[in-house]
């Protein structure tokens, strides 16, 4: 399983973004698609994750109502589309294919990261 992850950029905040994952390779139906992150100096953290058929989805308690993930079957992609951005939402953002949970270990496939830097 391959991961790309791509739209990241620099925006202002309030600014809006939309990251895309496209996935490739032996890809399970059943595999949620999860959003991590990773601020300089600090741990990687969870985002959002999309169960493999698309029925559920788990936010960040602090993105919730601000970020939306969505998977698009037909492309094998999956987006997290970021609304009101705030400068701590700086970080590199990875996409990452595994069982559905809120736990980096989880996850058995990751993509490279893409650059989100808000400017205040």
């Known amino acids: 399983v391959q991961l790309q992850a791509s739209g990241g950029g620099t925006v202002q905040a309030g600014g809006s973004l939309r990251l895309a994952c496209a996935l490739s390779?032996?890809?399970?139906?059943?595999?949620?698609t999860g959003w991590f992150r990773q601020a300089p100096g600090k741990g990687r953290e969870f985002v959002a994750t999309?169960?493999?058929?698309?029925?559920?989805?788990w936010y960040r308690d602090s993105m919730r109502g601000r970020f939306r993930i969505s998977r698009d079957k037909a492309k094998n992609t999956v987006y997290l589309q970021m609304e009101n951005l705030k400068p701590e939402d700086t970080a590199v953002y990875y996409c990452?294919?595994?069982?559905?949970?809120?736990?980096?270990?989880?996850?058995?496939?990751w993509g490279e990261g893409t650059q989100v830097t808000v400017s205040s």
């Open positions: 990452a294919q595994g069982r559905y949970s809120d736990s980096a270990s989880s996850y058995s496939y």
């Open positions: 999309i169960s493999g058929p698309g029925s559920g989805a």
């Open positions: 390779g032996s890809i399970s139906s059943w595999d949620a």
